[in-house]
């Protein structure tokens, strides 16, 4: 394999999406640092994504130590940090906003929001405000459309898309920043939305299917990459159409 002589983080990379995009940065070239919570299943990632050429880092996203620690060990490791992909979220609610715990809201926003900001903060400082680079914040289709349900999760999504527009304007010319915003992609994680019924669910979609980790890794990439050297401030939808189901008739 050609090494591209770049380097990236990506945050909540174990399983689903993170590993998925991890997998595809891998593939081109790149060294990769992922983190996640279980350190087992972290273990594991690294093993299938190739331990000559990515190392984990076990912690909780929100954690601003863990934040350090994940840039730092990616700087040491790798002499660099040109990359930082902001994949790690949750989602712990299903249910009205009018009935939504507000202590589990700050929780959501923690998480999928100022944790991406605080990874973004600690590798500029290490990397990329002298070296340049590129951050892909992933977003979600819930962002950018009301959501039933995954308010919490939805209003979260919405925050980050505008986190990508601050920082893209404050960051550049040095980094580009952009966004993200997946519909359903098959994971445990989106279990929830599909599980029992996919065929009904893929329906829904004019490419006929639901979104795969490897969907969301190409785009990653390509945002990632020099082909997208005058991207910045953009929040790419990739949905499989869905949204063309939003017009009349």
């Known amino acids: 394999m050609q090494d591209s002589g770049r380097a990236a983080l990506v945050t909540g990379a174990?399983?689903?999406i993170g590993y998925g995009i991890a997998e595809a940065l891998v593939a081109r070239g790149d060294r990769v640092c992922i983190t996640g919570?279980?350190?087992d299943a972290l273990k594991e990632a690294v093993e299938r994504l190739g331990a000559d050429r990515v190392i984990g880092v076990a912690g909780k996203a929100h954690d601003p130590e863990h934040q350090a620690a994940a840039v730092a060990r990616t700087v040491e490791a790798f002499g660099r940090v040109d990359h930082l992909v902001n994949n790690a979220g949750t989602n712990p609610v299903f249910g009205p906003m009018a009935e939504l715990d507000?202590?589990?809201?700050?929780?959501v926003y923690e998480t999928n929001v100022l944790s991406a900001l605080g990874f973004a903060q600690h590798t500029w400082r290490a990397w990329q405000q002298e070296n340049g680079g590129a951050i892909v914040n992933i977003a979600s289709v819930a962002g950018v459309s009301a959501s039933p349900f995954i308010g919490a999760y939805g209003m979260s999504k919405a925050a980050m898309i505008n986190l990508t527009q601050q920082l893209a304007?404050?960051?550049a010319p040095k980094v580009r920043v952009n966004a993200i915003a997946p519909a359903v992609v098959k994971t445990r994680f989106?279990?929830?939305l599909y599980e029992g019924r996919e065929e009904e669910a893929a329906a829904a979609y004019p490419l006929g299917r639901l979104g795969v980790p490897e969907d969301i890794g190409g785009a990653a990439a390509f945002l990632t990459s020099e082909s997208a050297g005058w991207v910045t401030g953009q929040t790419l939808v990739v949905d499989g159409g869905i949204f063309l189901n939003a017009g009349v008739g």
């Open 14 to 16: 174990s399983r689903g």
């Open 102 to 107: 507000l202590a589990v809201a700050r929780k």
């Open 37 to 39: 919570r279980n350190e």
């Open 190 to 192: 989106a279990e929830a």
């Open 169 to 171: 304007h404050e960051f």
